[in-house]
């Protein structure tokens, strides 16, 4: 029903910068929140970022986790169906692999909001 791809992961020193994709397609009409996660080995998975989709929404907003305030930057791009996490400043702790999750409203109305993972794509930080 919705695909979801991530990519722009790599390998960096601390201190650098990266920016990464999320690309939805498919059936997208009714998405309304886009999410950024990250999980090291042997870790839980944690949110890293939220923000709001439809175009049509005359207001906006964004979520980030706490490890992260100050140096991620969430973004969309509603008509290319993308949005974008530019990580600045990055540290060896943000070593992870970083996976996007769209979530759409339910067909029904008894059903909960539906997600959509992608893949997951690797990025490592050096010291």
């Known amino acids: 029903q919705v695909q979801v791809v991530e990519s722009g992961g790599g390998l960096v020193q601390a201190g650098g910068s990266l920016r990464l994709s999320c690309a939805a397609s498919g059936h997208t009409g009714d998405l309304y929140a886009m999410n950024w996660f990250r999980q090291a080995p042997g870790k839980e998975r944690e949110k890293v970022a939220t923000i709001n989709w439809s175009g049509d929404w005359s207001g906006g907003w964004t979520n980030y986790a706490d490890s992260v305030k100050g140096r991620f930057t969430i973004s969309r791009d509603v008509a290319k169906t993308t949005v974008y996490l530019q990580m600045n400043s990055l540290k060896p702790e943000d070593t992870a692999v970083y996976y996007c999750?769209?979530?759409?409203?339910?067909?029904?109305?008894?059903?909960?909001?539906?997600?959509?993972w992608g893949q997951g794509t690797q990025v490592t930080v050096s010291s």
């Open positions: 999750r769209a979530d759409q409203f339910p067909p029904d109305t008894e059903s909960p909001p539906s997600t959509f």
